[in-house]
C-alpha cells in the first residue's frame, strides 16, 4: 500500500512528528510505501511528490515547520479538483491520503472523501481551535513559548514600574492567550470571546498598579475591546490583500496610557510562537496522531479525523469534527478572572 | 474561614502555582485566610505554621520547589494522630486543610477524613502514577527536561557513534520514560511494567547501529531486566538507610557494551527532572487545581481529591483516588515500540 | 563605610548580580554597610534610599531586571545638582556611590566627581555600544534570545518558503545584530554603523532564494537603508513623544516582498531581549564587575569606571569610557558577510 | 585549492559551526574545495574522506556534535605516520589540512607540521584549558548548561533542606565549576587547582546551612580532597580499561552528609553538558575560528592555531599553544570564594 501526506496551511509545530509518526508505524508494521505531497495541497492538485524513506524522518520530531513544505492552496481551486487529483493518484500509485490540516484542509478533504476518495485527517491548529479534540499539537509549544516571552518581559516592567501589553496568537479564539495569561499571571486576559471594555481593562491595570505590582496584559490578536473600532479596519490589510497579524497590542497600550497614565509598553510576538523545536508534549501528542491515522488507513476509515480526548487517541467523522469553532467557555475565562486586576 | 495549606513529599514543579491559584481564589472571591503549615506534615503535627497573604503568593507560579517546605513526615507517626492535630487546628483558628501530596498523603488524610477532620486534597506526583486523574502537574515539566537533556545526549552519541543510556525518574511506573523516550525517539524504552531481557535490548541496539543510528535507550529508574538481580540490591540503600536515585543505567551500560561491543555511555538525570522553572502546562494545570480545592472547600467536599480529566477538573473521593496505581498500560508501551530496533 | 548602589537607563539582565557581587564582597569582606537608591539618579535626588542586607541579594543573580528599580532621571535636572544631592548622602551617611549605568549615567557621573562626589562606575548597555570594555552584561543574553528566536522563525520561513525580516534591538551600533545573525546564518545583517541599499538587500534575498534556502534578514532597529527616508520620521514618536522601539522591520518587508515577490514576514523582537533571566557569561561578567566596584571604592579610585578586557576586569577613567560609541569595525561586518546571500 | 577538515577527540558544541564557517568562507571568498576526514584522525590515517558542499554546511551551526564524526585515534599510531597521510593527500589531492582538536590534536599536529605537512589547528577544549586562547568555543555552552541544571536543583534543595552537591566536567582545570558556581551562587566550588579539606567544605556547607540556605556545592570532577584518597582510584576505571566520568560528587556527599548530618544528595551532569544546541556565543566564536583558519591557509601560516585574545582572533604557533595547561589562577579562585560559606 502507497500512502500520500500533505501538510497544509500555517506551519505548526509537530507537524514533522506527525509524519515521524505514520511513517515509522506504516514502513515497520504494515510495509506501506509513502510520497509526501510537496507544499499541501499544491502538490496534491499538480501530482509534485517527493518519496518519504526511513531514513527521511530520521530525528525530524525535533525540528519546527514541516520536512514536506506547506501552502493555502485550496484543492478545488488551481486547476483542482476531484478528477484532477483522482488522476494523479492513479498515476502515482496513491493508495490513500493523510492529510494534516486546520479546518479548511479538514472541509476540503470532506468533499473529496464524499466522491470516493481514500482519506485520513489528521486535526493541526496552533489555535487549538478545534472542537472535537481536546488538544491539538503546536498550542502547547505557542503556549511555553509565549509564556516564556511574558516572563521575561515581567523583569523589564517591574524594574520601570511599567504596564506591559502582550500581544499572542489566537485570531478567532483566545486558548493561547488563556493558557499563557494564566501561567504568567496576566492582570487581564484579553480574547475575542469577551467583550471587554477599554475602561474595565484600565480599571484592572490601576488595581495592580495600586497594589504595587508593573501590570501585565496577555491580549489575544483577534481582541476587539467594545466601544473601539477594528484594529483591523486601518491597517488589517498589507500591500499584498492580506490580513495583517498583529495590531491590538499598539493600540490597546497607547489607550491605556492615555488613561491611566501608567507608562506602557506593547510587543507582539508574532512568528516565533508557532516556529522551533516542539515540546515533548507536542511530539509526542503528534507522534500518536500520526501512528493513528495509519491504523485509521489500515481500517478504511475513510472520512474520519483522529483525535485525542483525555489520553486516548480516537476518531472523528469530518462532519462531526467540523461542527463548530471551540471557544473559551465562560467558566474558564471566570476562573481565569480571578487573577485579574 | 482560615484554611491550612500543605505541601508533602517530594517535591515538584507546579507546587507554588497550586498555592497560588487556592490562595487568590480563597482571598479574592471568598474573603479566606490563609497559613501554611510548613514542612508538609511536620508542621501539621507540630503546629508550626506560617501566614500567607496576597502579596506572599506573588509571582510564586514561575518559581519550583515549595515556598511552604516539604518533608516526608507521616502525621500519624512523630507524636501526632488526629487527636493532636485537631488540638492545634483549634488552637489556630484552622477551619479546614488542602494537602497537597502523593499516595501517602491522600491515605494519611483519608484516615484523618475519617475522624472528622475536613481535609482536601490535591495530587502531587511527578511519576504521574496516580490513576484517578488524567495528569498530575510536574510530570509535563520533567518529560519536557528529561526531553531536552536526551536531545542534548544524542549528538555526542552521534559524533562518537555510541550508544548512550538515559536513565529517568519512575520508581513503580514508566511514564517519564515512555514520554520522552517517544519524544526524542529512543531505540529503546525500558520500564518497570515490562519485563524486557537485556538479550532483546542488545539486539534493539545492534538493529539501531546497523542501521547508522546512534543507539539511544531511555530506562526508567525502576526498571528490572529479566534474569537480571535488581539492581536496587547492592547499592540500594545509602549510609542512611535510604533508597538510593539512580544505578540502572550504569549497569545496563556495561551490559550492553559487553554483548554488543558498541561503546556504551550512561546517564543519571536524577533531581534535575524535578527543580526548576515549571512548564506553562504545569503552572496551568496546577492553578486551576489550587482553584478547584477552593470549591471543594466551599462546597464542603472533605475526603475528595481534585482531578484533570480530559479538560475539566473533577473531585473523585480518596478511596477511588487511591484504588490502585496507574501503570503505562500495554497498548501504549507497544504503540511506543513500533520506534525501537 | 556606607555604600550607596544605583541602577538607571533601560533593564539589563545582570542588573542585580552586579549588586550581588557588589553586596556579598562588601558585607563579607570589608564588613560595608550598603543602601540602594530607589529608580536610579531619582532616589539619588531625592534621597530616596533602602537598606540592602545580605539577605536582600540572596538568589538575584538569576532574576532579570533591577531590585533597584531604575529611571531615565538625570541627576542634574528635577531639582538635582550636586549640592542637593552631597546634602542627601551626608544626612543618609552613605560614603561612596556605586553606579551602574550607560552612557548618560557615567558623564553625569563625571561631572558629579569633578566636584568631588565619590563615584564609581560600572558599565551597563545591552547593546554593547560602550568602547572602554571589551563586552557589557546583558549583550550575551540580549544576543541569545534573539538567536533563540531567529531558530523558530527559520522553521516557519522554510516551511513556508518565506523571506523573514527580524528587527533586533541597536539604535546606533549593530553588535546585537551581527552577533545573532552570524550565529543564526543570516543571509543579510544590516547594521546603523553600514549603509547598504535595499537593491542589495533585495539582492541578498534573491540569491538565498535561488540557492533553496528561505532568506533570513536580521536587522538592527537603528538600520536607515541608502536612499530611503528614516523609517524613524513617520512614526518615530509616540503619543508621549518618546522614540518608538521598531519600525525598520515592517517597512523593509515590505520593499523587499515588492521588490523580489518572494512573501516576505516581519518580526520584531522587542523587550524580550532585555529581560528574564541573564545567561551565565552575563551573570559571572556582572558579578566580577560588582566586586571589582568594590575593589575601586576601597581603593579610592573614584572617576573610574571597572571593564573587561580579555578576561580581566581593569578599571579606566570616565574620560576614557565616554570617549566614543564602540561601533561594529569594518572588518566584523566583513567578515559576517561572507555568509550572506 | 583543496582542504581537508577533521574534528578530533570528544564532542563539542561549536564543532560544526567552525567547519561551516571555513567552508563558507572558502568556497564564497576563494573557490577551494572541501573534503571532511571521517572520525578525526581515523579518517586521515586511513584516506576515508566526504565531500564536503555548501549544502552540507546549510544549517549546521546550530547542531551539537560533528556532521564529520570523531574519535580518539592518534595519527602516529593506527598505522598512521607521515609518510602514510602523505600518500593519502596526494592521492586524494588534498592541498592542507584544517584539524580542529585538544591538545592531542594539537602535538600531533605540531609534529606532522614539523616534517612538512601543511596543517592549521583550531582549538577545541569543552574544559577551556588551552593557555594560548581567551576562550574555546563548548566552554560557554557547558558553563550554561550546567548552570540551568543547578538553578533546577536549587528548589529542590531549598523544599527540602537538604545540601545539593553537583558534578561537572573538569578533569584537570576548574573553569567550568567555577564559572558555573559564580553564576549559580554555589556555597563552595570545588576544582582540581585548589587543595581543599572536606572539614573546610563541610563548614562552609554548615555555615550556610545556619543562615538558612540549602548549600550549595559545585564540584570539578578532577577535584581530590585532600586527605581523601582519589575518588577515581577504586571505580576509576570501567570494564572496558577506560577512566570513567564523574564519582566524587558521590562520595563527596556522603562524606558532608556524615559530618554534617545535614541531608545530602549527590548530581553528575555528565554527558549533557557536551551535548546539543550551542548558545550564540559558542556558535560567533566557532564561526569566527572556522573563517580565521582559511586565512591562515591562504597566507600559508602552517603550524599555526587560531586563538581568541579579547574580541580578536589572531594565531599562535602549535608550539606556544601546547606551552601548558591554562589553570584557574588564584585571584579567580578567591574572587568566587567571596561567596563561599
Given amino acids: 500500500m502507497k500512502i500520500g501526506i500533505l501538510t497544509s496551511g500555517g506551519d505548526c509545530p509537530g507537524l514533522n512528528a506527525v509524519v515521524r509518526g505514520a511513517v515509522l508505524k506504516g514502513i515497520t508494521v504494515h510495509g506501506h510505501e509513502f ?29 519546527g515547520g514541516t520536512i514536506l513544505g ?42 473529496l472523501t464524499d466522491v470516493g476518495l481514500k482519506i485520513v485527517g489528521v486535526p493541526k491548529t496552533v489555535d487549538n481551535d478545534l472542537d472535537a479534540t481536546d488538544y491539538t499539537f503546536g498550542f502547547d509549544t505557542a503556549v511555553q513559548i509565549a509564556t516564556e516571552a511574558i516572563d521575561r518581559l515581567r523583569t523589564t516592567g517591574e524594574s520601570h514600574h511599567r504596564c506591559m501589553v502582550v500581544e499572542v496568537m489566537g ?16 492582570h ?20 495592580a498598579n495600586a497594589r504595587g505590582r508593573a501590570p501585565l496584559v496577555v491580549v489575544a490578536e483577534g481582541f476587539v475591546p467594545e466601544h473601539l473600532e477594528s ?18 497590542a499598539d493600540k490597546l497600550a497607547q489607550e491605556l496610557e492615555t488613561r491611566t497614565t501608567i507608562e506602557t509598553r506593547a510587543t ?15 511530539r509526542v501528542l503528534a507522534t500518536r496522531l500520526g501512528m493513528a491515522a495509519i491504523d485509521a ?34 467558566e474558564r475565562y471566570d476562573e481565569a478572572a480571578v487573577l485579574f486586576g
Avoid: C
Fill in 231 to 248: 484594529p483591523h479596519s486601518p491597517r488589517g490589510l498589507d500591500t499584498f490583500g492580506r490580513p495583517r497579524l498583529g495590531g491590538i
Fill in 171 to 186: 485570531r478567532h479564539v483566545g486558548w493561547i492567550a488563556l493558557h499563557a495569561g494564566m501561567a504568567a499571571g496576566a
Fill in 188 to 207: 487581564a486576559i484579553l480574547i475575542p470571546e469577551q467583550k471587554v471594555s477599554v475602561e474595565q481593562i484600565a480599571q484592572w491595570v490601576t488595581q
Fill in 297 to 330: 488507513v489500515v481500517e478504511d476509515s475513510w472520512g474520519t479525523m483522529v483525535a485525542l480526548r483525555g489520553t486516548e487517541i480516537l476518531r472523528v467523522s469530518f462532519e462531526e469534527a467540523l461542527g463548530q469553532l471551540k471557544s473559551v467557555p465562560q
Fill in 268 to 282: 507582539t510576538l508574532g512568528y516565533i510562537q508557532r516556529g522551533g523545536v516542539p515540546s515533548a508534549f507536542d
Fill in 35 to 63: 510520497v509526501g505531497f510537496r507544499d499541501g495541497w499544491r502538490g496534491v492538485v499538480q501530482g509534485d511528490v517527493i518519496d518519504i524513506s526511513r531514513t527521511m524522518v530520521r530525528g525530524i520530531a525535533k525540528q
Fill in 70 to 111: 506547506t501552502s493555502r492552496t485550496n484543492p478545488f481551486d488551481n486547476g483542482g479538483g476531484p478528477e484532477v487529483i483522482e488522476a494523479h493518484l492513479v498515476r502515482l500509485g496513491i493508495d490513500a491520503i493523510i492529510a494534516i490540516g486546520g479546518e479548511g484542509t479538514l472541509a476540503a478533504a470532506n468533499r
